[in-house]
């Protein structure tokens, strides 16, 4: 069972950048799915989350308007796009399917975005 992010990098502030969410060994598309970041010193936090069929997403307040998540269950992944990215989007990200009502599981490997002023 794996999750694991890619696409992240070096992007000037005001760019863009796409992250996705690759799933391996479970049934995918039965789970809703998150994404969430982790700054240097601070504790990870929720960003966005999709449900098992995509038709309801959710978003942490802080990147309302700027970031869209997107899934294809027919290729087992979760994207992330994101605009307008501001230094403090520094982060690495991670994907996590949730696992019960209340808790996220399957945690892969991040990836690290770093947005340049």
């Known amino acids: 069972v794996q999750l694991q992010a890619s696409g992240g990098g070096l992007v000037q502030a005001g760019g863009c950048l796409r992250v996705s969410c690759a799933a391996s060994g479970f049934t995918f598309g039965d789970y809703a799915v998150g994404w969430f970041r982790q700054a240097p010193g601070k504790e990870r936090e929720f960003v966005a989350s999709?449900?098992?069929?995509?038709?309801?997403?959710y978003y942490a307040d802080f990147v309302k308007g700027r970031v869209t998540i997107s899934r294809d269950n027919a290729k087992k992944t979760v994207y992330l796009q994101m605009n307008s990215l501001k230094p403090d989007d520094t982060a690495v990200y991670y994907c996590?399917?949730?696992?019960?009502?209340?808790?996220?599981?399957?945690w892969g490997q991040g990836t690290l975005v770093t947005v340049s002023s």
């Open positions: 996590a399917a949730k696992v019960t009502s209340t808790t996220y599981g399957y």
């Open positions: 999709i449900s098992w069929i995509g038709g309801n997403t």
